[in-house]
């Protein structure tokens, strides 16, 4: 009995790497350059915007420029408490017994913000500018990765691009994937070149400058020093008591059928936050299934800046590929250079090594 149960754990432990060594992997090598369309073109593109929702896409460049600190952070000490000077503090006057009742006053722990709230910084602001050649690591994976630098094979064809005119390289990397069929298939979301964000939303339109001290008129800031000096328990109570008196006399205004406009704004709100929430200069979805043959499908958005806009250029192809040979994604702003080539993963270094194969000797 003791043996059936050995070679049934065994086995257990044995299917996981037999499982991943009858997997197709293959190593993709991808190009994306940005190109100036000639003078005849009559090719008339959409002036709107089509958004590309990552959704559930595998994002492999995400973790390279917004690393996990929350482990460093943790280990790190907390910074010392500011320096208090109590001299420039207003010192409170003692209250003369006036023989009358004073309101009572809240406990401490019953006072809000009480102690400053902690300040950490848990991510790594994202480039202006990405990196052209983006490479991983050796370490072989059982999902998709990045490949280390040797895996660039195209270079010489990324150079030549790079010299001609109107053509501006965007990106040149490597992954390694197994592919599954089209139903089961996950893409790969990329971005890459200059990051708008600070400029432009989603949409391509400008953002609105932050609002300064300067912008505020003088009679609004005098104001709003008042209000900050007379700041005190019972005008606090007071302002909250006004502020519920409004909130209930415009519920009572509102309309009877105001639920849908409300759904309305909440679907929106779902829609914007499945939004990626930088502006790239390309940015979209790759996908890579096999069905007796090799298939991609790519998605993005190649953004061109304007005087007052952020011209958008959607570009979405499909191609049947041949493992080996170098394919080409023609459009006229957007080019892609595509290798897929077949890749072995590492076998397992001693079978014998692995604790399992211990249980029949014990």
């Excluded at 150079?159 to 139903?183: C, D, F, M, N, Y």
């Excluded at 929106?268 to 499945?274: G, R």
Aim: hydrophobic share 40%; aromatic share 8%.
């Amino acid at each position: 009995m003791s043996k059936t149960i050995k070679f049934c754990c065994l086995a257990a432990l044995l299917s996981a790497p037999l499982q991943a060594q009858e997997q197709r992997w293959f190593e993709v090598e991808m190009i994306i350059f940005s190109q100036t369309p000639g003078n005849a073109l009559q090719e008339q593109f959409d002036t709107g915007v089509t958004p590309v929702k990552p959704g559930r896409a595998y994002d492999l460049l995400t973790p390279r420029y917004q690393p996990q600190l929350k482990n460093l952070l943790a280990e790190l000490p907390l910074c010392p408490p500011a320096q208090r000077f109590a001299a420039e503090l207003p010192q409170p006057q003692l209250a003369e017994n006036l023989r009358c009742i004073f309101e009572p006053q809240p406990y401490a722990w019953q006072l809000y913000n009480l102690f400053e709230p902690r300040l950490t910084i848990s991510t790594v602001p994202y480039p202006q500018q990405t990196e052209v050649e983006v490479t991983g690591n050796t370490t072989h994976q059982n999902v998709p990765y990045l490949a280390e630098a040797e895996a660039l094979q195209l270079r010489d064809i990324a150079a030549k691009i790079q010299r001609r005119s109107g053509s501006t390289l965007l990106l040149h990397t490597s992954w390694r994937q197994a592919p599954v069929t089209e139903r089961r298939a996950i893409a790969s979301r990329w971005f890459a070149g200059q990051n708008f964000s600070r400029q432009f939303d989603y949409w391509g339109q400008p953002r609105l400058p932050a609002a300064t001290d300067q912008d505020i008129p003088a009679t609004e800031a005098v104001d709003m020093m008042a209000i900050s000096k007379d700041n005190q328990p019972g005008n606090e109570l007071l302002s909250n008591i006004e502020q519920l008196l409004q909130q209930l006399t415009a519920n009572a205004q509102l309309p009877e059928h105001a639920a849908a406009p409300i759904t309305a704004v909440s679907e929106q709100n779902t829609a914007l936050a499945s939004l990626p929430d930088q502006v790239w200069q390309l940015d979209g979805l790759f996908k890579l299934h096999l069905d007796h043959y090799l298939f991609v499908n790519t998605e993005f958005n190649l953004r061109l800046p304007q005087q007052d806009k952020l011209q958008t250029v959607y570009v979405r192809q499909s191609r049947r590929v041949i493992s080996g040979e170098i394919h080409y994604l023609d459009h006229p702003y957007l080019g892609i250079v595509l290798q897929i080539r077949r890749f072995e993963p590492p076998q397992e270094e001693d079978i014998e090594q692995d604790p399992a194969a211990n249980l029949l000797t014990n």
